[in-house]
């Protein structure tokens, strides 16, 4: 939830993200190697230990995440930012900047967040066209650590190609905060597929997706990645 929070402190782009990734712990295999543990096996015994040790890691499987490379993720959505000539002149490199913000999202999200979160520092809230910019850059992020590597719309449906499971998915349902994103995706084979009530505007679309990957994003600390 957390996570999630940061995510969503972010949905509009909005301010400030101080956010610390404890992934080990957060997934609870902290505890399962911890001093509580050490002291379980001496009472239950080792041989007792490794069969409770071996199912657990049994059952991980069913719940691996593999994020693909952040470049593979591809999004089919009509939008290209133009950048007004008065921001760009605002800004002190406006090509560098651009650059980092691509380097940032390639990283990892956490480098996202704090690309946007100094760009604000230095240069206030941005407009509409960065905002844009910055929107698609995190999208694809998220869809990269999901297991996503394509997303388009069809109709009234937005298709998202993905190497996750339908434990997974299910999982990842479990945990999303918005009864709307919820009740609009399915899962069919390697689809996640969000079915929506009329055709967005590519700008709105965008949007829209932004807000359902950060919610989706929420189920990251339960998984294990590989």
Same mark, same amino acid.
């Given at each position: $939830? @957390?996570?999630?929070?940061?995510?969503?402190?972010?949905? *509009? /782009?909005?301010?400030?993200?101080?956010?610390?990734?404890? =992934? !080990?712990?957060?997934?609870?295999?902290?505890?399962?190697?911890?001093?509580?543990?050490?002291?379980?096996?001496?009472?239950?015994?080792?041989?007792?230990?490794?069969?409770?040790?071996?199912?657990?890691?049994?059952?991980?499987?069913?719940?691996?995440?593999?994020?693909?490379?952040?470049?593979?993720?591809?999004?089919?959505?009509?939008?290209?930012?133009?950048?007004?000539?008065?921001?760009?002149?605002?800004?002190?490199?406006?090509?560098?900047?651009?650059?980092?913000?691509?380097?940032?999202?390639? $990283? @990892?999200?956490?480098?996202?967040?704090?690309?946007?979160? *100094? /760009?604000?520092?230095?240069?206030?809230?941005?407009?509409? =066209? !960065?905002?844009?910019?910055?929107?698609?850059?995190?999208?694809?992020?998220?869809?990269?650590?999901?297991?996503?590597?394509?997303?388009?719309?069809s109709g009234k449906m937005i298709i998202m190609k993905t190497n996750m499971n339908r434990k997974v998915f299910r999982l990842m349902e479990e945990t999303m905060a918005s009864e709307?994103?919820?009740?609009?995706?399915?899962?069919?084979?390697?689809?996640?597929?969000?079915?929506?009530?009329?055709?967005?505007?590519?700008?709105?679309?965008?949007?829209?997706?932004?807000h359902c990957l950060a919610d989706c994003y929420a189920i990251m600390p339960a998984l294990v990645r590989y």
């Open positions: $939830q @957390d996570r999630l929070g940061a995510i969503e402190e972010h949905s *509009d /782009l909005g301010q400030g993200f101080h956010v610390a990734e404890k =992934d !080990m712990g957060i997934r609870g295999f902290g505890s399962m190697f911890g001093e509580q543990q050490s002291g379980d096996v001496a009472n239950v015994g080792i041989d007792l230990f490794f069969d409770m040790l071996f199912d657990s890691l049994s059952k991980v499987d069913h719940f691996r995440l593999k994020p693909i490379p952040y470049k593979d993720v591809q999004l089919d959505i009509n939008i290209s930012p133009h950048l007004s000539s008065e921001y760009i002149s605002y800004l002190e490199n406006p090509v560098e900047l651009l650059n980092e913000a691509a380097k940032a999202a390639e $990283q @990892d999200i956490w480098n996202l967040m704090q690309f946007t979160e *100094d /760009l604000r520092r230095q240069y206030g809230k941005e407009p509409r =066209d !960065m905002e844009l910019l910055l929107k698609k850059l995190y999208v694809r992020r998220m869809a990269a650590d999901l297991g996503i590597s394509r997303i388009y719309p709307t994103h919820r009740n609009s995706l399915s899962f069919t084979g390697k689809e996640i597929k969000a079915e929506l009530l009329v055709n967005l505007p590519d700008t709105l679309l965008l949007n829209w997706l932004f």
